[in-house]
């Protein structure tokens, strides 16, 4: 399934392309009254048993009058969708709302479509309509016999209840999506997906269309690659040329001797969209389209002709693909030199950083296992290429460059699968936030795109490098080395100033470079020679010989308080050692090591290589810090391997329907959205039972001085917080009083708003004064592309101040949430610091889970600021909130579809 977005016709039930079981597309759509003669093609095609089994009945008038009633009008409360291939009607699937939250469902499939998933993809699309719909179970009747469809409802991964009643069987299901149903749904588009990617990347024939006929051109550098080593059946296209690098040459793509697997486009942009529309129509399967420059409208024509015929597709602006399988051998790239057969995938949407990752790897020896140029990613995309590696039994290394994210939340879901399997390896391009977008809340300020993209990457078990040189010296120890059990580093060098560099180095990257045990130390001394230092760093002496250092080696890798080994070897003209004999002596000690280990060599060349080791190697850094960092990356992936999965739980005192209706009532007074009053603030939070300070709501001064009473707190004192639409910093526009006590000071209060706002005042919020605890900042922004983004941090004014806040992605499981609340600086205030009492984690990840399932379900919730949350032994509260809603539809981002 790709990651990119699909487009807003999808997001509201329009017309959306998505892959069957087999790697097939078809069309999925609301049905249309223009739809009845095709909707009863698809009947009256069915054998008369499955017109039974639909109908219950032999007769056709059922069916007829099923055609013309769904095709007739749009009634309340039903809808239909039904699936096409080309101009044919596959599929169809309807429900109609028959009491309160439940509707009746039934599904129809043609009989040549039978088992390949059609049903069930239907099924998928009305389920997330419905629940948008607010129904919450389907009920559906069906004969006993008529084993396939109730199948079709097992197997979707929702709970069903059956009811017997002769040769009858009544189904109802359940629609609320958990995480077994969205693991359903994954296991199924992982299986369309794969399938579809097949003629991509193992093609049983490619055609290469617009290769020149003299050197230079790109599509003459692709031919020439692919001919090298390719094993299937190759065929140029060119108008004029009969041969072109001793490959036969059709003047067309109908001249094709038979529709190839795979067409390589490399032709100028305007002529792109009619040959993509010609490949389609003559049943190419798959297109790999170098060509770039192709404006709006061009591209709109290849991807619709893509969908059309059902091609899946590379690029346009790509450098192009590469599969090394040895019964596959293709490479159809214009880069100069091929890549070495390995084990490690690359998804690159930079054809300059696809270069120079094949070259890295090649140079390191790892090689690739295939490699894809996603260029302007129409189609493929990362996600699709993960899903890819998860299973072609050769990939054990991912590596991506992505400049963009169509879909973050699909890429996270399968990112975490993945990754578990597969270490995921990027680049965190665009890092930098120089055109950082003003925001008037502080969670919409705090939510950069950088903030989101690392907690994408954090969630996800993503590793994220800085560099191309980082990405690939980290790729070289964690293919080469075991990942480390802690952060706890020993540190070796023939030099002490080295070890001294390196121990620095290991400190600012995260990790220890803590004592050595004492026994250890008493080890070390009897193999060491003599004026060596047994400490961490750990210091050889210049002139150690090559036994010595294998045998303090061989004690350290050994050793279960060791966790990691870096050896520095800087050349020097004493002892009898040579750099080559203190070399052998590391990758002999690695042979049995049960750490990782790695090797500094200031001298050489490279940024890190690989020294061969028995049937493993040894990486070798240039420089200190490469190594440290590579060891860094190693030991955060093996922490999140540590973690469990996580999931979501589920939250009591949720009214999903009264928030809903706040939200509404608002929007139809505010079609455009705003700040909602802090009235409906309260309202929204009672929804989902987010504690808060008690309140009273006041629009007059008699009021105010009455709502004040009940609320004085201990130390008799109340705060009155006033509210004018627009108004979001209350503090630096002198909107809130505290510690007013007695009827006259509240008067006086609100006789001062009333002056400095005028008109504008709609009233005062009254609260008593809140006791103490630590003031904390929860907040929740929806992103176009990520979602809604969950932020946590210091409250009051150090939120803007220190910017100590973490972020995660919506929806929050309890790992997500608890690492949330340890990530910022300020972390150990929350358990107590320097005698305080700690603060009730407990209630502070309960408020944060019920944010972000508010977030969830809410698209409408634009941004929500709750500073300060006062947290303190005994729970956490909200004492101030802020929510501003936005026109917004509800995405369903794991519903399965192609852009």
Not at 330 to 342: E, K, Q, S, V, W
Not at 571 to 595: F, I, K, M, N, Y
Not at 607 to 630: E, I, K, M, N, T
Request: a negative charge; charged letters at 20%; aromatic letters at 4%.
């Amino acid at each position: 399934m790709s990651d990119a977005d699909p487009d807003r016709s999808a997001r509201t039930g329009g017309a959306v392309h998505v892959l069957l079981s087999d790697g097939t597309t078809v069309r999925v759509r609301p049905v249309e009254p223009g739809d009845q003669d095709a909707v009863r093609c698809l009947y009256e095609e069915m054998s008369p048993e499955n017109l039974r089994l639909r109908f219950f009945t032999l007769g056709r008038d059922s069916a007829r009058k099923a055609a013309d009633r769904l095709c007739a009008h749009v009634r309340p409360g039903a809808r239909a969708l039904l699936a096409e291939s080309g101009s044919e009607v596959v599929g169809l699937a309807q429900y109609e709302r028959i009491d309160g939250d439940h509707a009746d469902v039934a599904v129809a499939v043609a009989d040549r479509w039978h088992h390949r998933g059609v049903g069930t993809l239907l099924l998928e699309h009305l389920v997330s309509l419905a629940r948008a719909d607010g129904i919450t179970a389907f009920d559906a009747d069906a004969l006993s016999e008529n084993h396939d469809v109730l199948k079709v409802f097992t197997d979707l991964g929702l709970p069903v209840r059956r009811h017997f009643d002769g040769p009858e069987v009544h189904c109802v299901v359940g629609l609320a999506v958990d995480e077994s149903y969205l693991s359903a749904v994954e296991r199924r588009a992982r299986t369309a997906d794969v399938a579809s990617l097949e003629p991509l990347l193992r093609p049983r024939s490619v055609a290469v269309i617009g290769p020149g006929r003299h050197p230079g051109s790109v599509g003459r550098a692709v031919l020439r690659n692919i001919r090298t080593r390719y094993a299937g059946r190759l065929y140029a296209v060119h108008p004029e040329a009969s041969v072109i690098l001793h490959v036969p040459t059709y003047h067309s793509v109908t001249a094709l001797p038979q529709p190839p697997d795979l067409a390589v486009v490399a032709l100028p942009a305007p002529a792109v969209p009619t040959v993509a529309e010609e490949c389609g129509a003559c049943g190419v399967r798959a297109l790999l389209v170098l060509s770039a420059g192709l404006d709006a409208e061009q591209g709109r024509e290849l991807l619709a002709a893509c969908r059309r015929h059902g091609m899946r597709l590379v690029g346009p602006n790509c450098l192009g693909l590469t599969n090394t399988e040895d019964s596959v051998q293709l490479d159809a790239t214009f880069a100069a030199a091929p890549p070495r057969p390995g084990s490690a995938g690359v998804a690159v949407q930079s054809g300059g950083v696809g270069i120079a990752l094949l070259a890295g790897l090649s140079r390191l020896g790892i090689g690739v296992s295939s490699f894809v140029s996603l260029g302007d990613k129409y189609d493929v995309s990362g996600n699709d290429m993960l899903q890819w590696w998860e299973g072609d039994g050769r990939t054990d290394l991912a590596l991506l460059h992505l400049e963009s994210f169509g879909n973050p939340r699909l890429f996270s879901r399968t990112a975490r699968r993945v990754t578990r399997r597969v270490p995921v390896l990027t680049v965190d391009a665009g890092r930098t936030d120089a055109g950082r977008r003003a925001a008037a809340s502080h969670t919409a300020a705090a939510a950069s795109s950088t903030v989101m993209r690392q907690a994408l990457f954090l969630q996800a078990g993503v590793t994220a490098t800085r560099s191309i040189a980082e990405l690939l010296e980290t790729a070289a120890l964690i293919h080469a080395q075991p990942l480390p059990t802690g952060r706890r580093v020993v540190v070796v060098s023939n030099a002490g100033g080295t070890g001294v560099l390196t121990a620095d180095a290991c400190e600012e990257a995260g990790l220890r470079v803590d004592a050595l045990p004492k026994g250890l130390v008493e080890r070390l001394r009897a193999v060491l020679p003599e004026g060596a230092s047994a400490g961490n760093p750990l210091d050889t002496g210049a002139a150690v010989p090559e036994a010595e250092l294998r045998d303090c080696l061989d004690l350290l890798v050994c050793d279960e308080e060791v966790e990691a080994v870096v050896v520095c070897l800087v050349p020097t003209a004493v002892g009898t050692a040579t750099g080559e004999d203190l070399t052998r002596a590391v990758t002999d000690a690695s042979v049995h090591a049960s750490c990782p280990l790695a090797v500094v060599l200031p001298d050489q060349e490279a940024s890190v290589r690989l020294l061969p080791a028995g049937s493993g190697a040894v990486p070798a850094y240039a420089d200190p810090q490469a190594s440290a960092r590579a060891l860094e990356h190693a030991a955060r992936r093996a922490e999140w391997l540590a973690r469990p999965a996580g999931t979501v739980p589920p939250l009591d005192r949720t009214d999903i329907r009264g928030a809903a209706a706040v939200v509404e009532a608002f929007l139809d007074r505010h079609p455009t959205g705003g700040w909602l009053s802090p009235r409906d603030c309260a309202a929204l939070l009672d929804c989902y039972a987010v504690p808060q300070l008690p309140w009273v709501w006041a629009d007059n001064e008699r009021d105010a001085a009455a709502g004040a009473a009940p609320l004085i707190g201990p130390d008799g004192a109340v705060a009155l917080k006033a509210h004018r639409p627009g108004l979001v910093h209350k503090s630096e526009e002198h909107a809130v009083r505290l510690g007013l006590r007695g009827e006259e000071q509240v008067r006086s209060a609100y006789r001062d708003f009333v002056a400095r706002f005028g008109d504008g005042l709609e009233g005062v919020l009254i609260q008593p004064m809140a006791e103490g605890g630590v003031e904390l900042f929860a907040g929740v922004t929806q992103d176009e592309v990520f979602g809604p983004v969950v932020l946590f941090g210091l409250g009051g004014t150090a939120t803007e101040v220190l910017g100590d806040h973490a972020a995660r992605l919506a929806p929050l499981t309890i790992e997500d949430v608890r690492e949330l609340t340890e990530a910022p600086r300020f972390a150990p205030l929350l358990h107590g610091y320097r005698g305080a009492e700690p603060v009730d984690l407990e209630a502070v990840e309960q408020l944060l889970l019920r944010l972000s399932r508010m977030s969830a379900d809410l698209p409408q919730l634009a941004e929500a600021d709750f500073n300060p949350v006062l947290a303190g032994s005994t729970g956490a509260v909200v004492a101030d909130v802020r929510v501003r809603l936005a026109p917004r539809t509800l995405h369903d981002p794991y519903l399965r579809r192609l852009r």
